[in-house]
């Protein structure tokens, strides 16, 4: 049950994860919805081809004889990121993930993260360090959930992650981006793909993250909490898209004013005397 090899359309802007081309810059989560039929129609509606996946929550063929998400998302068309959603130390990571992979048939892309407390769940940033060097030795290509912090993200790219992704604001807040000054130093120096994840609410929140030269953007409350998750999926998909596109074509100065006239200055018809 490998991940398929998806490869983004020549010519086109395609997002670059260990070595793999992705044509959505959008990574969508599977949980909260009502049932995986909404999921499903949410997860066509954004684009995506990256879905993340709770191992501890949801069934992807641990449970026999119980509904799968397989079944509604299969692996031949969606890459799968399993993650450590739930896991508060570097010790339980490890242990889900290699659980992961084998019940993905050796599949080795992954979404680290270590949560310091069970009521921000913010980033255990120690602990996370240590999950990621094990998982990196071990084989697994780390794409990994941390805090703002530039130390930390260049530390955990300098560990062998293959994309970092720092958080906007706090996983479920809905706060949008709380820090862009942060994100920017990352952006800064990191060789590996930024990818804004957590706290995300709304399409002007994922537009943002792109303009501001993010690589991707991973989201799920903001779409399964919406009263339409379905149409907000698709909005979040037009939002990244945007937001590419207006960060590739860079935006006009920022002045606090300016009386240059957009119109020319020449040619104009003459008043009469």
Not at 46 to 68: C, D, Y
Not at 84 to 95: K, L, Q
Not at 179 to 198: C, E, F, H, S, T
Request: charged share 20%; glycine share 8%.
């Amino acid at each position: 049950m490998n991940a398929p090899t998806t490869r983004a359309a020549a010519g086109a802007d395609p997002l670059l994860i260990a070595g793999q081309a992705y044509s959505s810059r959008l990574l969508i989560g599977t949980g909260k919805y009502k049932d995986f039929d909404e999921t499903r129609r949410a997860v066509e509606a954004s684009g995506a081809e990256i879905v993340t996946v709770a191992i501890r929550r949801t069934n992807i063929g641990q449970n026999k004889g119980e509904p799968s998400l397989v079944e509604a998302l299969p692996p031949s068309k969606y890459t799968y990121l399993p993650n450590t959603a739930g896991c508060y130390s570097a010790e339980d990571a490890v242990r889900t993930l290699r659980l992961a992979r084998e019940l993905l048939d050796g599949h080795d892309l992954v979404k680290l993260e270590v949560l310091g407390d069970p009521e921000t769940l913010y980033p255990n940033v120690t602990e996370t360090l240590a999950a990621a060097e094990t998982l990196v030795k071990d084989g697994f290509k780390v794409m990994v959930y941390t805090s703002d912090d530039p130390i930390a993200a260049k530390r955990l790219e300098e560990i062998g992650c293959v994309a970092v992704m720092p958080l906007a604001s706090l996983i479920g807040s809905g706060m949008g981006i709380l820090n862009p000054w942060n994100l920017q130093l990352i952006l800064a120096q990191a060789k590996v793909p930024v990818i804004v994840d957590a706290g995300v609410g709304t399409a002007s929140d994922a537009a943002i993250a792109m303009e501001l030269g993010c690589d991707a953007v991973l989201m799920n409350t903001a779409v399964a909490k919406a009263a339409n998750p379905v149409l907000m999926a698709e909005a979040m998909r037009l939002a990244v898209d945007a937001g590419r596109k207006a960060f590739l074509a860079g935006r006009m100065p920022k002045k606090l004013y300016s009386a240059a006239a957009s119109s020319p200055t020449t040619g104009l018809i003459a008043p009469k005397s």
